[in-house]
């Protein structure tokens, strides 16, 4: 990528979210599948978690080096629940988002290679476009899909994730000059470049404890995590967090006057999501779903235009480590935009790469972690 | 032989009875009590750590139901512990934790490397060599396997061959939005993992782990479990993971177990038979000085109550629990609230490369 030119737009990018798979995932896919399902190729719910993307601070290379972390989407043995958002936690940490998914497995490596696959990523994805307009509920949107074929004697598991997103035509894009900022520093540029009663496109030190507390309290009293919310400006110190589903196209609509240093101001109300990536410029993968959703619900020109925030941060930063979060201000391209009028399902994409970044799929061996006589030997 | 040396040790564990009395700082120990209390603390003072209920037919029924163990996941490891550079420097820098008290049987010594190393490899340029891990089951083929965990061994099975067929280019049309992996950080000094491997020609990658502490109830200490994941979040192999163990614990106290807590998965753990001395030892050494400063603390202000600071610089902000009673005008010194945070700098010692201890970070 290369750094555009001052000032002109640049498409926005999301960073896939990739998968993780726990090795008790599969042990207790080999419970199910001998005990269970046997032959059945039936699909089966389960759910998975994916957290915000991290940055590290290299202590051990000279100057300030940061290694990015991004999130994943993890499925272990808790994923098997009753429940599909079940997981083996007491609670869901903050910054964690739970998904829902679909797990199909096979009999064969013939029958796993020769699936419709396509057929079944469209069922998946008209999935999540019905429940957009049936139900209005954000519930389904990072909705995932793995078809496994497990080699039981051999400990070898191949698996191929997907994760449906709408693609957005036109696509959205963000000013090539100001594009991604540090939640934070956003503000504090704001403020000091003279945007007037701190609009820009950031939030005070206050405001981001102020979202982190209230997404905490979101986990944890009962009512489910927030992978999407709204973030509502309600003073100089706090903000509002409400569930993506309280949005108002009237009361929410973001307007601002900034110019391509992020000087002017900007009133409204902002998208937010937990972002599992940890791109500086690329915002996370679940955003895809949040803005055609969006979209889909509220067409017009009040949604042509938003601001958002991925939410990056588990705790209050200590000491020199800032926050983590990003703000961005994205536009949509000219015309109307995806599923706007007739209702039509936009294209999906989001089979997991391989790799060798390859639409491939994957392999895990776990033999050396299973099979008993390679274990013996190891513990000589 | 080893599955004959697993019963044993469960048996052991089943008839060994749970610790009551606090013994902290005479032994190194703590009761499961303390336990919670001190994972309590930890996962309260550094919320990546959250408590497990695990599977619940494995649960232990001297821990609460919800709080079996701690995790912390993802954690980073940016380096192999085989490729820091080890020089003599370091060797003087070594800390020999020595037991020689009248107590233990003399000669129990713990070497901890690594200690107040500095990084003497700018920018990681000099590409460490990577030590042959010793793997009973033909060392370089078993490590072949893991790298990558696609170049499998094609005898084993044949429909193999066939996966990179599956390719299947025309699923998907190029999509303009998606972030090509690994681009995307240019401009700024956050980088990709993948770019430091590149950059630097150091067999540099990112790898993750999910750490567990569990509480052992034969040896009366926490216990540490580690599964790691390749920058591509591929479990590791043992062998793989052995090489983020420092040299002198690789292949001695570092074996991979039945997590306890899991109906059947395998973790590498670090033997727990001498956490107590050892931290015995470092909590002798805490407490000594955290002593010295609350009497010191104590004198300046005779009258002030507020004595209870954990090290002087983290003054605790959790709320105070009552204390014992009678130990009002004591000096407290050290409390057991305080233990897992100490066990994890004594665990960083034996993982060099796994930032464990997060409570380094400020």
């Known amino acids: 990528m290369t750094t555009p030119p001052p000032g002109t737009p640049t498409i926005v990018q999301f960073t896939p979210l990739p998968s ?52 994943s989407l993890g499925v272990d043995e808790g994923s098997f629940g009753g429940q599909t958002t079940t997981t083996t936690t007491t609670s869901v940490p903050v910054g964690t988002a739970v998904a829902r998914g679909i797990v199909k497995n096979f009999n064969t490596i013939e029958e796993f290679k020769a699936a419709d696959k396509s057929k079944i990523f469209n069922q998946v994805a008209d999935k999540i476009w019905s429940s957009i307009h049936t139900t209005k509920s954000t519930t389904l949107l990072n909705t995932f899909l793995v078809i496994t074929y497990a080699d039981l004697k051999k400990y070898k598991y191949f698996y191929w994730f997907a994760f449906p997103a709408f693609v957005s035509k036109p696509a959205w894009y963000i000013d090539g000059a100001l594009g991604w900022v540090g939640a934070a520093a956003a503000a504090a540029a704001a403020t000091t470049t003279g945007g007037g009663g701190g609009g820009g496109p950031g939030y005070s030190h206050d405001q981001l404890k102020s979202i982190l507390d209230q997404l905490h309290k979101s986990a944890h009293s009962g009512s489910k995590p927030l992978p999407y919310f709204l973030v509502r400006s309600s003073g100089t110190t706090t903000v509002d967090v409400v569930p993506v589903e309280e949005y108002d196209p009237s009361k929410d609509r973001y307007t601002d006057t900034l110019d391509s240093t992020g000087t002017g101001t900007g009133t409204g109300t902002a998208i937010g999501f937990i972002d599992p990536s940890a791109g500086e410029q690329n915002p996370g993968w679940p955003l895809r779903n949040l803005l055609a959703y969006i979209r889909a619900l509220y067409p017009g020109d009040s949604t042509k235009r938003l601001k958002v925030v991925c939410w990056r941060d588990s705790y209050v930063p200590r000491g020199e480590d800032g926050w983590k979060s990003r703000v961005g201000v994205i536009t949509l391209g000219d015309g109307d935009g995806t599923g706007v009028g007739d209702g039509k399902r936009p294209d999906a994409v989001g089979w997991e790469k391989n790799v060798q970044g390859k639409l491939s799929p994957r392999v895990a061996d776990l033999a050396p972690m299973m099979d008993p006589t390679r274990l013996a030997n190891q513990a000589v | 032989m080893h599955a004959i040396q697993q019963q044993y040790w469960s048996i052991r564990d089943y008839l060994s009875p749970v610790l009551r009395e606090s013994k902290f700082k005479e032994h190194g120990r703590i009761t499961p009590e303390e336990f919670v209390a001190a994972g309590d603390f930890l996962a309260y003072k550094f919320p990546v750590w959250t408590w497990e209920k695990g599977d619940v037919s494995k649960a232990r029924d001297f821990l609460p139901t919800d709080k079996q163990y701690l995790i912390t996941r993802g954690v980073p490891c940016l380096r192999r512990a085989t490729s820091l550079a080890y020089t003599d420097a370091d060797e003087d820098a070594e800390r020999l934790l020595s037991f020689d008290d009248a107590t233990d049987s003399g000669g129990d010594e713990w070497v901890e490397t690594h200690a107040g190393r500095k990084s003497n490899m700018p ?31 094609q005898e084993e099975i044949p429909a193999l061959d066939d996966i990179p067929d599956m390719e299947e280019d025309d699923l998907e049309e190029g999509d303009e939005a998606t972030a090509a992996p690994k681009t995307a950080v240019t401009s700024s000094n956050v980088i990709d993992p993948s770019q430091i491997e590149v950059a630097t020609g150091n067999l540099l990658q990112v790898r993750t782990y999910d750490v567990m502490i569990t509480y052992d109830k034969y040896y009366q200490t926490p216990r540490i479990w580690l ?46 038979c001498k956490h107590a001395s050892v931290m015995k030892k470092v909590i002798e050494r805490m407490n000594n000085s955290v002593v010295a400063e609350q009497l010191a603390h104590q004198k300046a202000s005779p009258k002030e109550k507020e004595k209870k600071k954990w ?49 380094t970070a400020f």
């Open chain 1, 20 to 71: 993780q798979t726990h090795p008790s995932f599969w042990h207790k896919l080999t419970e199910l599948k001998l005990d269970v399902l046997k032959l059945s190729d039936a699909e089966v719910e389960i759910g998975g978690r994916y957290g915000v993307g991290r940055v590290f601070r290299d202590r051990e290379a000279a100057g300030e080096k940061w290694v990015g972390v991004g999130g």
């Open chain 2, 123 to 153: 920018s990681a340029s000099n590409p460490g060599e990577i030590a042959d891990i010793p793997d009973v089951d033909g060392g370089a083929d078993e490590l072949s396997t893991g790298v990558g965990g696609m170049s499998l061994k």
């Open chain 2, 227 to 272: 599964i790691g994941y390749d920058e591509n979040r591929i479990p590791l192999t043992p062998a793989q993971i052995f090489q983020d163990i420092s040299a002198e614990h690789a292949s001695k106290t570092v074996t991979i177990e039945p997590f306890p807590h899991q109906a059947s998965l395998q973790a590498a753990s670090v033997h727990p």
């Open chain 2, 311 to 359: 090290f002087g610089k983290k003054s605790g902000n959790k709320d105070e629990k009552p204390s014992a009673p009678g130990d009002d005008d004591e000096v407290e010194g050290m409390r057991v609230d305080f233990y897992l945070v100490v066990f994890l700098k004594f665990i960083a010692s034996i993982v060099p490369t796994i930032e464990v201890d997060s409570t």
